[in-house]
């Protein structure tokens, strides 16, 4: 299907000089998708290998160990594609009051997606519905902290901004105008409650394009946009759990995502973008389920090398190594407050997950140590490098 612009032109003032901010048009697309052959085999093997993530989610040991972790991870991850250069390491010890040291701004910034991840997650689960004065307090608490802070969180932007090019004349694109935000957003919320029998993961699909051309806010917008890709497909009940995060395929393949969003905008080619974006669902949802198999062979052959030989501390060496599957960067005051084991049987245990090379001290200290579960951690932070 031939298609033009998405949307049209308006000419308004930023950094003192004119441009031409583009308005995108309401959607769903007109003429309507055309979910051909191709790309319906797309969307089936990605609906296919995300209802295996589903499904792989309800047999784990206690999904809430993984999803800890691996929310994280997606915070990591979306964020590095804005600049930061924390990794999932300086995270996790940067929760860890006993660990400072960690790069502040770039962590408080990755921190703050993780808050943000749950604060939208509990108010779904409240019953409040996906809408914009969610989207609106979803940005508040990306922005609390940190740089951003004085960017207008949780409200949309009242001036020009551009992406991309250090003016407004050479930025590679402009969003449309303030005066036009309000009534964008209000259109992609229709869009988001329509009942049209859309398949959900086209409507995410969309709406993900949507919401990155509006560029509702002064800042966060990548973030946010990757943000609700997870909460609709949460809150349509497609996943049970929040485990398909896009950040590492999207980082990975930085230059064909934004060369596609502006791609759909310039020429109306919404099929390509959706043939990028389920594939990359697809490989997404795949290598979660991998991940989660590998996750649970890592903690059943741990355990078993924690009962062979351990003898009468196995017992207290087990319920460290529980306590590190949910906290794998951490410290023996918290293993103590979260066992009740004393300092000393707490010390005595951990030295056994050490030798047995589970365990690994990581701060070189006498005192106030912090101990990493490697295993767990190397595998998790696959993808996780910093840019």
């Known amino acids: 299907m031939r298609r033009c612009e998405t949307g049209r032109y308006e000419t308004t003032n930023a950094g003192g000089e004119?441009?031409?901010?583009?308005?995108?048009?309401?959607?769903?697309?007109?003429?309507?998708?055309?979910?051909?052959?191709?790309?319906?085999?797309?969307?089936?093997?990605?609906?296919?290998?995300?209802?295996?993530l589903d499904a792989v989610s309800t047999i784990l040991p206690d999904e809430t160990i993984f999803l800890y972790a691996y929310v994280r991870k997606e915070a990591v991850l979306s964020s590095q594609i804005e600049g930061t250069q924390s990794t999932l390491s300086d995270l996790l010890r940067f929760e860890l009051e006993d660990a400072p040291g960690v790069p502040y701004e770039d962590v408080i910034e990755v921190s703050n997606y993780v808050a943000a991840l749950d604060h939208g997650l509990f108010r779904l689960n409240e019953g409040f519905p996906l809408c914009n004065r969610l989207i609106r307090e979803i940005h508040e608490v990306l922005l609390s902290r940190g740089r951003g802070s004085g960017k207008a969180p949780g409200e949309f932007r009242r001036s020009q901004n551009w992406i991309g090019g250090t003016l407004p004349g050479t930025a590679h694109f402009v969003p449309p105008p303030p005066s036009a935000v309000p009534e964008c957003m209000a259109s992609l919320e229709r869009f988001l409650h329509r009942d049209d029998g859309m398949p959900h993961l086209v409507r995410a699909g969309l709406a993900h394009v949507q919401f990155e051309t509006i560029?509702?806010?002064?800042?966060?917008?990548?973030?946010?946009?990757?943000?609700?890709?997870?909460?609709?497909?949460?809150?349509?009940g497609v996943l049970h759990h929040p485990l398909l995060y896009l950040s590492l395929y999207f980082k990975q393949r930085r230059d064909e995502y934004?060369?596609?969003?502006?791609?759909?905008?310039?020429?109306?080619?919404?099929?390509?973008?959706?043939?990028?974006?389920?594939?990359?669902?697809?490989?997404?949802?795949?290598?979660?389920?991998?991940?989660?198999?590998?996750?649970?062979?890592?903690?059943?052959?741990?355990?078993?090398?924690?009962?062979?030989?351990?003898?009468?501390?196995?017992?207290?060496?087990?319920?460290?190594?529980?306590?590190?599957?949910a906290r794998p960067i951490l410290s023996l005051s918290w293993v103590c407050e979260q066992t009740g084991l004393s300092f000393p049987t707490a010390a005595s245990a951990m030295r056994i997950l050490v030798e047995r090379g589970i365990a690994r001290e990581v701060t070189g200290r006498p005192r106030n140590r912090v101990f990493a579960y490697d295993n767990y951690l190397s595998i998790l932070s696959e993808g996780t490098e910093a840019l």
């Open 18 to 52: 004119p441009v031409r901010a583009f308005v995108p048009s309401p959607l769903p697309p007109d003429p309507p998708l055309e979910l051909e052959a191709r790309l319906q085999r797309v969307l089936e093997a990605a609906t296919l290998a995300l209802g295996r």
């Open 215 to 236: 560029h509702p806010f002064l800042d966060g917008n990548g973030r946010v946009g990757r943000l609700l890709i997870t909460l609709m497909l949460y809150n349509a």
């Open 258 to 325: 934004y060369d596609l969003l502006n791609h759909v905008r310039h020429a109306g080619d919404w099929e390509h973008w959706l043939a990028f974006f389920l594939e990359g669902v697809r490989m997404t949802a795949e290598s979660a389920t991998t991940t989660s198999g590998r996750l649970i062979g890592v903690f059943a052959s741990d355990r078993a090398a924690i009962e062979q030989g351990a003898g009468r501390r196995a017992g207290s060496a087990l319920r460290v190594h529980e306590v590190m599957k």
